[in-house]
C-alpha cells in the first residue's frame, strides 16, 4: 500500500473519477470532494470504494493531503482552492496528473476533435484490447465493454479522450496540450466551449498549437470531410493521412448501408499499394458519424499492425458508452434513449441515428439546453434545424438562464414557433414534472423518446421510466 494521500477537489468530474480510481488501483490513498454528485460517475466510484464528501470545505483538508488535484471546474473563490492556497499545500491539474503518472514513456494516442470523441476512444481502446495490446486509457464516459472510464494497462499504449477544454483556473491552456500526443484522431472541428473560447479561430489556434507537438515519427489521421480541419492541419510537423466519405480523402467509406444492427460500409485505401485495398466493415453504431469515428480507429489499429480480422472482432462485440444512444427501458413498447448530445451538430446526427435505427416509429426529442454554449443564440438556427428528423419536440428553459446575458440567450419560443411552423410538433416546459406529465399522457407504444443532456436533467430518464410502468 502505498502511503500518499491525494485529495480529489471535484472528483466527481469524469476525467478526474477515472484517475482517482486509477490512483486507488496503484496503492494510493484517495479522498474527495464534489457538490455535484450524480450517476454514472457517483455510481462508479461509490463501486471502487472512494469515498466523496458531498459538498466543498477547508475542514476536507485538514488530514493534510501530500497532494491535491484541482478539477478545471473550479476556480479562486472555493473554499478547498483557497485553502490549498493558504496552506502552500502542493497541487496540480488533472491533465497534468495524467501526463506525469500515466502517459509519460508510453506510445500515447489521443483522440480529439468537437464530436465523438468519447465513442471513438471507446471503440479504440476495445480494438487494442481485442488485439491484446494491454493499452491504458482514459475515456470520458464509462465504457461498457470495460465497465469503466479508465485502465492502467501493462502494454505500451496508452489512449486518451484529449478534450480541447481548459486545464484548470491556473491553467488555461487546452486539455490536450499535456498528454504528449504521439498518434491523433482529428474528427471533427465546431465552435463550442463559448465560456473559454472567442470564436472559432480561437478553437483552431488550440488545435495548431497541439498539431505541433506530435513528433515527425508520429501520425495524424484527420477528417478530411471538415472544411475546418483541414484549415489546422498546415500546422503539422508530422505525416497526416485523411479519412472520410469524399473521394479526396486517403481512407475513404464507400458503399454505406444501414443494417438491423448498425452500418455496413467498405474501405477504401488509396494510402496503400496493395491491389487488395478495400476491404468490407461493419458496426453496431447508427450513422454517418459513427462510420467516421471507426474509419480513425481503422486507420491507428492498422498503423499499430493490427490486423483487419482483430479489427472487426473488436467492432462486433463493441457496446458503446454509457450516455451514448444509451437505452434506459422499455415501458410498454416505448423505449426511452439516453445521450449526452448538447451542441446542434450532436444532437442532429444523434436524432439521425435514432431515426435511422427506428425507421417508421414516432420520434420524440427531449432537449435541456445545458452547456455553456448551448444556452446561448450562437447555434439557434442550427439548434432549430438539428431536430428536423424528429416528429415531435421538448424544451426546456436553458440552464442559468438569469445569469445569461438577455441579448445573447437562447429564444426557446422561437425555436418553439419555428418547428410548429414547419409541421414539427415543438412544446416547452419549465419543470421536469411537467415533461414526464406530458410524455406520460401523449406517449404510445411503439414510441421513441430521445433524452439529450450534457448533465443529470433532473433524473428524467428513471422518472419517465417509473411514471410509463404506473400509467
Same mark, same amino acid.
Not at 85 to 111: D, H, N, P
Given at each position: 500500500?502505498?502511503?500518499?494521500?491525494?485529495?480529489?477537489?471535484?472528483?466527481?468530474?469524469?476525467?478526474?473519477?477515472?484517475?482517482?480510481?486509477?490512483?486507488?488501483?496503484?496503492?494510493?490513498?484517495?479522498?474527495?470532494?464534489?457538490?455535484?454528485?450524480?450517476?454514472?460517475?457517483?455510481?462508479?466510484?461509490?463501486?471502487?470504494?472512494?469515498?466523496?464528501?458531498?459538498?466543498?470545505?477547508?475542514?476536507?483538508?485538514?488530514?493534510?493531503?501530500?497532494?491535491?488535484?484541482?478539477?478545471?471546474?473550479?476556480?479562486?473563490?472555493?473554499?478547498?482552492?483557497?485553502?490549498?492556497?493558504?496552506?502552500?499545500?502542493?497541487?496540480?491539474?488533472?491533465?497534468?496528473?495524467?501526463?506525469?503518472?500515466?502517459?509519460?514513456?508510453?506510445?500515447?494516442?489521443?483522440?480529439?476533435?468537437?464530436?465523438?470523441?468519447?465513442?471513438?476512444?471507446?471503440?479504440?481502446?476495445?480494438?487494442?484490447?481485442?488485439?491484446?495490446?494491454?493499452?491504458?486509457?482514459?475515456?470520458?464516459?464509462?465504457?461498457?465493454?470495460?465497465?469503466?472510464?479508465?485502465?492502467?494497462?501493462?502494454?505500451?499504449?496508452?489512449?486518451?479522450?484529449?478534450?480541447?477544454?481548459?486545464?484548470?483556473?491556473?491553467?488555461?491552456?487546452?486539455?490536450?496540450?499535456?498528454?504528449?500526443?504521439?498518434?491523433?484522431?482529428?474528427?471533427?472541428?465546431?465552435?463550442?466551449?463559448?465560456?473559454?473560447?472567442?470564436?472559432?479561430?480561437?478553437?483552431?489556434?488550440?488545435?495548431?498549437?497541439?498539431?505541433?507537438?506530435?513528433?515527425?515519427?508520429?501520425?495524424?489521421?484527420?477528417?478530411?470531410?471538415?472544411?475546418?480541419?483541414?484549415?489546422?492541419?498546415?500546422?503539422?510537423?508530422?505525416?497526416?493521412?485523411?479519412?472520410?466519405?469524399?473521394?479526396?480523402?486517403?481512407?475513404?467509406?464507400?458503399?454505406?448501408?444501414?443494417?438491423?444492427?448498425?452500418?455496413?460500409?467498405?474501405?477504401?485505401?488509396?494510402?496503400?499499394?496493395?491491389?487488395?485495398?478495400?476491404?468490407?466493415?461493419?458496426?453496431?453504431?447508427?450513422?454517418?458519424?459513427?462510420?467516421?469515428?471507426?474509419?480513425?480507429?481503422?486507420?491507428?489499429?492498422?498503423?499499430?499492425?493490427?490486423?483487419?480480422?482483430?479489427?472487426?472482432?473488436?467492432?462486433?462485440?463493441?457496446?458503446?458508452?454509457?450516455?451514448?444512444?444509451?437505452?434506459?427501458?422499455?415501458?410498454?413498447?416505448?423505449?426511452?434513449?439516453?445521450?449526452?448530445?448538447?451542441?446542434?451538430?450532436?444532437?442532429?446526427?444523434?436524432?439521425?441515428?435514432?431515426?435511422?435505427?427506428?425507421?417508421?416509429?414516432?420520434?420524440?426529442? #427531449?432537449?435541456?439546453?445545458? $452547456? &455553456?454554449?448551448?444556452?446561448? +443564440? @450562437? !447555434? /439557434?438556427?442550427? %439548434?432549430?434545424?438539428?431536430?428536423?428528423?424528429?416528429?415531435?419536440?421538448?424544451?426546456?428553459?436553458?440552464?442559468?438562464?438569469?445569469?445569461?446575458?438577455?441579448?445573447?440567450?437562447?429564444?426557446?419560443?422561437?425555436?418553439?414557433?419555428?418547428?410548429?411552423?414547419?409541421?414539427?410538433?415543438?412544446?416547452?416546459?419549465?419543470?421536469?414534472?411537467?415533461?414526464?406529465?406530458?410524455?406520460?399522457?401523449?406517449?404510445?407504444?411503439?414510441? #421513441?423518446?430521445?433524452?439529450? $443532456? &450534457?448533465?443529470?436533467?433532473? +433524473? @428524467? !430518464? /428513471?422518472?419517465? %421510466?417509473?411514471?410509463?410502468?404506473?400509467?
Amino acid at each position: 500500500m502505498n502511503s500518499k494521500l491525494i485529495h480529489f477537489t471535484g472528483i466527481c468530474g469524469t476525467g478526474m473519477a477515472s484517475l482517482a480510481v486509477l490512483l486507488k488501483l496503484r496503492g494510493f490513498r484517495i479522498q474527495g470532494s464534489d457538490e455535484n454528485v450524480y450517476p454514472p460517475m457517483s455510481e462508479f466510484l461509490a463501486e471502487n470504494k472512494v469515498v466523496v464528501q458531498s459538498g466543498y470545505a477547508a475542514a476536507n483538508l485538514d488530514t493534510v493531503p501530500d497532494l491535491v488535484v484541482i478539477g478545471n471546474a473550479l476556480s479562486r473563490g472555493n473554499s478547498e482552492v483557497e485553502a490549498v492556497l493558504e496552506r502552500k499545500l502542493s497541487f496540480i491539474s488533472m491533465a497534468e496528473l495524467l501526463k506525469e503518472y500515466f502517459i509519460r514513456g508510453k506510445t500515447s494516442l489521443v483522440v480529439t476533435g468537437t464530436h465523438g470523441k468519447t465513442t471513438t476512444t471507446s471503440l479504440l481502446s476495445w480494438v487494442f484490447e481485442t488485439a491484446e495490446k494491454k493499452p491504458g486509457f482514459m475515456i470520458g464516459g464509462i465504457a461498457e465493454n470495460f465497465g469503466t472510464s479508465c485502465q492502467d494497462g501493462a502494454g505500451s499504449y496508452f489512449i486518451t479522450e484529449g478534450d480541447e477544454y481548459d486545464t484548470a483556473f491556473f491553467d488555461k491552456r487546452s486539455k490536450f496540450f499535456h498528454y504528449l500526443p504521439d498518434q491523433l484522431i482529428l474528427n471533427n472541428l465546431e465552435f463550442d466551449h463559448a465560456d473559454i473560447f472567442d470564436s472559432l479561430e480561437d478553437i483552431k489556434k488550440s488545435f495548431r498549437l497541439m498539431l505541433r507537438l506530435i513528433p515527425q515519427n508520429g501520425l495524424i489521421v484527420a477528417n478530411g470531410d471538415d472544411l475546418n480541419v483541414s484549415s489546422v492541419l498546415e500546422a503539422a510537423y508530422s505525416p497526416v493521412l485523411t479519412f472520410g466519405l469524399g473521394k479526396t480523402c486517403d481512407v475513404q467509406a464507400v458503399n454505406l448501408s444501414v443494417t438491423e444492427s448498425g452500418m455496413s460500409f467498405e474501405v477504401l485505401d488509396k494510402s496503400s499499394d496493395s491491389s487488395n485495398n478495400k476491404q468490407h466493415f461493419k458496426i453496431n453504431l447508427f450513422g454517418e458519424y459513427n462510420v467516421r469515428n471507426a474509419l480513425g480507429v481503422i486507420m491507428l489499429a492498422r498503423h499499430n499492425a493490427i490486423d483487419d480480422q482483430t479489427i472487426q472482432v473488436a467492432f462486433d462485440s463493441f457496446k458503446s458508452v454509457r450516455r451514448r444512444q444509451e437505452v434506459r427501458g422499455v415501458v410498454n413498447g416505448i423505449t426511452v434513449y439516453d445521450d449526452f448530445a448538447h451542441h446542434p451538430t450532436a444532437i442532429r446526427e444523434t436524432v439521425n441515428a435514432i431515426r435511422q435505427k427506428h425507421p417508421g416509429q414516432r420520434l420524440i426529442a #427531449v432537449f435541456e439546453p445545458r $452547456s &455553456n454554449t448551448s444556452v446561448l +443564440n @450562437i !447555434h /439557434q438556427e442550427a %439548434l432549430i434545424n438539428s431536430f428536423r428528423k424528429a416528429d415531435e419536440v421538448i424544451l426546456t428553459t436553458p440552464f442559468r438562464l438569469e445569469t445569461t446575458p438577455v441579448d445573447k440567450r437562447l429564444a426557446i419560443q422561437e425555436v418553439i414557433k419555428v418547428l410548429n411552423e414547419e409541421n414539427i410538433s415543438a412544446h416547452v416546459f419549465p419543470e421536469v414534472s411537467e415533461i414526464i406529465d406530458y410524455l406520460k399522457t401523449n406517449c404510445h407504444a411503439d414510441d #421513441v423518446v430521445l433524452i439529450m $443532456s &450534457n448533465g443529470k436533467f433532473d +433524473n @428524467i !430518464h /428513471q422518472r419517465l %421510466l417509473r411514471a410509463l410502468k404506473l400509467n
